[in-house]
């Protein structure tokens, strides 16, 4: 399988590196294994001659021109908060990049890419009219930038018409055995196995609620309000009336910007106030319910488990 690995100046070290040893590591146990599966010849290409990292390595790259690759994959830059990843995406070597992503993807290679890698893809319109995810903290910009794609943030891999994103930093793996379960789902798990890499679906159990980032002044008054009344019970016409705008349009600005409605943003800060407590504090699940606005423990155990953490990991984390 011939696939391509697109290095843009400034591309973020880790991901990098992480696409690049997955798919030698997985090469190296397929033919350990005498498996019966295609080799990954993985190739670093640039729009430009010279490409240096993140951390001011020089990065050896191939001319993007020749042959067209089975998949394209778009690594981070390592730009991880809006201003200067804004002012990245205007960049002349950027716009290149996405006319070369969007002529590879017409010719029919897969198109993939991981962590702020994604607003390099959406740059392209590849992700138009897709579901797609991205780095959970500045979904908010994604959302903004990117109205005509459908952004799924609290998951780890989207597959959507032959393309296919991750989400934060070390998603590039998840990426990469994806890629690898599409040949071979034994390849996968081993892969995974030797790298000591379990499956994660979700970003949600990473992701911090009051972290995603933002510029929107009704959103940010409601962040701040929720915060100051977690123990309290959610009236989103009381939240209405203490940002000083109606319930239509906090719900509207809140789903706009965040992508949830505003109850559901509430419980999110509460599992996280409540995740936090249970780590640093020896109060019993009931008293931390009730310090975050639920009646008992019953309904916090639920909302944990659905993020995939139960209380005994929680306190078990807190005492190693």
């Known amino acids: 399988m011939q696939l391509q690995v697109l290095a843009l100046d400034g591309v973020f070290d880790l991901g990098l590196a992480a696409l690049l040893d997955t798919f030698q590591t997985a090469n190296e146990l397929a033919a350990a294994g005498n498996l019966d599966v295609p080799r990954f010849d993985v190739r670093v290409v640039g729009v430009r001659r010279r490409v240096r990292s993140a951390q001011g390595f020089t990065v050896p790259v191939a001319a993007v021109a020749g042959r067209r690759p089975d998949v394209l994959v778009v690594p981070a830059i390592g730009y991880k908060m809006p201003g200067p990843l804004v002012a990245a995406l205007a960049r002349r070597d950027v716009a290149d990049a996405a006319a070369f992503i969007a002529e590879t993807g017409a010719a029919g290679a897969r198109l993939c890419a991981a962590c702020i890698g994604t607003f390099v893809l959406a740059e392209s319109g590849a992700l138009d009219g897709r579901a797609a995810t991205t780095t959970w903290w500045l979904a908010p910009l994604f959302r903004e930038r990117y109205p005509r794609v459908a952004l799924e943030a609290s998951r780890m891999v989207v597959a959507s018409g032959g393309v296919v994103t991750a989400g934060a930093a070390l998603s590039h793996m ?147």
């Open 174 to 320: 998840d990426l990469a055995l994806w890629l690898i379960r599409a040949i071979s789902p034994d390849l996968a798990a081993l892969t995974g196995r030797y790298l000591v890499l379990d499956p994660r679906p979700s970003q949600s159990t990473f992701a911090l609620a009051d972290h995603l980032v933002h510029a929107d002044p009704i959103v940010e008054r409601f962040e701040r309000w929720a915060r100051a009344h977690l123990a309290d019970r959610f009236s989103l016409q009381e939240a209405a009336a203490a940002v000083g705008t109606s319930t239509r349009t906090l719900a509207r600005r809140v789903d706009h910007v965040l992508g949830r409605s505003p109850l559901t943003y509430v419980q999110d800060l509460r599992v996280e106030r409540a995740v936090h407590l249970l780590r640093t504090t020896a109060a019993s699940v009931d008293d931390v319910a009730a310090a975050v606005g639920y009646a008992d423990g019953v309904t916090l155990r639920t909302l944990l488990r659905r993020r995939h953490v139960g209380v005994r990991e929680l306190r078990r984390a807190a005492t190693a």
